[in-house]
C-alpha cells in the first residue's frame, strides 16, 4: 500500500472500519448521545481511566451534573468528591472551571466550532476533535495513542510516535482513510483500537481491515508503531581543581570515558597541603545528550614552588599556559573558565 496515493484510494477502509462498528460498537452510555456537554464528559474521564474502571464514576457525575449550568454552580469540592477514585484530580479543577467558562463566555451554550472548544479549560486537540466531529461534524480526526497504533501498522509507517509531530502526520495519515461520518470513524478508531489492534497481541483475523494491513502482510505487527524511548537525563556532579601558578596550569588528557572522550581537562582532587591556596570556587551547569552536568571549578592558586612541583611529579600533569591550551581541545565549560581565569 502506497501511501501517496489519493485519499479517495483508501476510503475503503474507512467504510469498513465504519461498518465494522455499526455492528460492533460497545453499547455505552454516551454512545447515545450527541449532547457535547456529556460527550465532553466522557472524554476527560476516559482519557487516562479504563472503559470498566471509570463508567460507575461518569454516570455518577452526569446524575449529580446533568448539564454545564449545574457543574459551573458547584462548589469545587464537591466536584472533587465526584472524581474521587477516577485519579488525575487537575481534570476534575479544569472542567468545573470550563463549565464556568461556557457560562460567562459562550452564554451557557457548548461552542460548536473545534477552534473554540479548544480554548476551553483542559481540553487539548483530541478532545476538541472527538467532541466537534461528533457532535457537529467536524471533518476532524480525534487522533490518540489508538491512531497512532492502528495507523502504524495498516500503512507500515516507521514515522517515530513520540515526535513532537506525531499529532499533525498522522492526522494527515488519518485523512486519507477519513471517511464522511467522522464522528463514527472517530467512535470506530477508538473501538478497534481497544478491542482488535491491541498493543499486545491484535486480534488480526478478526479485523476488518487486515486485507488492507501492510504490518499483518508482512508479519511485522511488533514493528509497529515505533516509538524511541526518552531516556531520562542523568545527573552528573563533577569537580575540577584549577591549579595555577605565574600563567601556568595543570591538565590532563582524559581517557577513552564514558563522556568528553580524549578532551583535556584539570585535576580532579589536590591534597590536603594545597587547600590553603583554594581562593575560590564557581560552579557551572552544562548540558550533554542525556546528562546535566554540575561542575564546580575551586581556583588553587600555588605560591610554593616546591608543593607545584611536588603536586606535578606524584600526578604526570601536563603544565600549559593559555597560549599552549589553545592547541588542546578542553570540554566546553573549562575552556571557558581558562579564557575567564586567565585572561588578565
Ligand atoms: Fe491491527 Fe492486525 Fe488489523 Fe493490522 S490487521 S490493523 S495489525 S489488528
Redesign the pocket.
Known amino acids: 500500500m502506497e501511501k501517496n496515493k489519493t485519499g479517495s484510494e483508501f476510503l475503503h477502509i474507512g467504510n469498513r472500519l465504519l461498518e465494522w462498528y455499526r455492528n460492533n460498537a460497545r453499547d455505552l452510555p454516551f454512545r447515545q448521545t450527541k449532547d457535547p456537554y456529556k460527550i465532553w464528559i466522557c472524554e476527560i474521564v476516559f482519557q487516562q481511566t479504563r472503559i470498566n474502571q471509570g463508567l460507575n464514576h461518569y454516570n455518577n457525575f452526569i446524575k449529580r451534573f446533568p448539564d454545564v449550568k449545574t457543574l459551573a454552580e458547584a462548589e469545587e469540592n464537591e466536584v472533587l468528591l465526584y472524581w474521587k477514585g477516577l485519579g488525575y484530580y487537575s481534570r476534575a479543577i479544569n472542567i468545573h472551571k470550563a463549565a464556568q467558562q461556557i457560562m460567562n463566555d459562550y452564554q451557557g451554550i457548548f461552542p460548536h466550532e473545534y477552534e473554540e472548544i479548544l480554548k476551553l479549560k483542559g481540553v487539548g486537540k483530541y478532545t476538541a476533535a472527538a467532541v466537534s466531529s461528533i457532535c457537529f461534524g467536524a471533518r476532524m480526526p480525534a487522533v490518540d495513542g489508538n491512531f497512532y497504533r492502528?495507523l502504524s501498522?495498516?500503512f507500515a509507517d516507521d514515522f517515530d510516535i513520540s515526535n513532537s509531530r506525531a499529532f499533525t502526520y498522522f492526522s494527515e495519515l488519518a485523512a486519507l482513510v477519513m471517511p464522511e461520518n467522522v464522528g463514527d470513524f472517530n467512535q470506530a478508531m477508538m473501538d478497534i483500537g481497544s478491542e482488535?489492534?491491541k498493543p499486545k497481541n491484535?486480534?488480526?483475523g478478526e479485523?476488518p481491515?487486515?486485507e488492507d494491513?501492510l504490518?499483518?502482510s508482512m508479519q511485522k505487527?511488533s514493528d509497529y508503531p515505533v516509538k524511541t524511548k526518552k531516556v531520562k537525563a542523568e545527573y552528573l556532579a563533577l569537580t575540577y581543581y584549577f591549579v595555577h601558578r605565574k600563567g601556568q596550569f595543570l591538565i590532563r588528557q582524559r581517557a577513552d570515558d564514558f563522556i568528553w572522550k580524549k578532551l583535556f581537562e584539570f585535576p580532579t582532587a589536590i591534597p590536603s597541603d594545597m587547600e590553603p591556596f583554594i581562593t575560590g570556587s564557581k560552579t557551572v551547569t552544562h548540558k550533554l545528550t542525556h546528562k546535566n552536568l554540575s561542575i564546580e571549578i575551586w581556583n588553587v592558586e600555588v605560591t610554593s614552588e616546591k608543593q607545584w612541583n611536588d603536586f606535578i611529579a606524584e600526578n604526570q600533569y601536563l603544565i600549559t599556559d593559555l597560549e599552549g591550551s589553545h592547541e588542546k581541545s578542553f570540554p566546553k565549560p573549562l575552556e571557558i573558565y581558562i579564557q575567564n581565569a586567565l585572561k588578565d
Do not use: G
Request: some cysteine; aromatic content about 6%.
Open positions: 492502528v501498522r495498516l482488535i489492534c491484535p486480534l488480526c479485523c481491515v487486515n494491513c504490518a499483518f505487527i
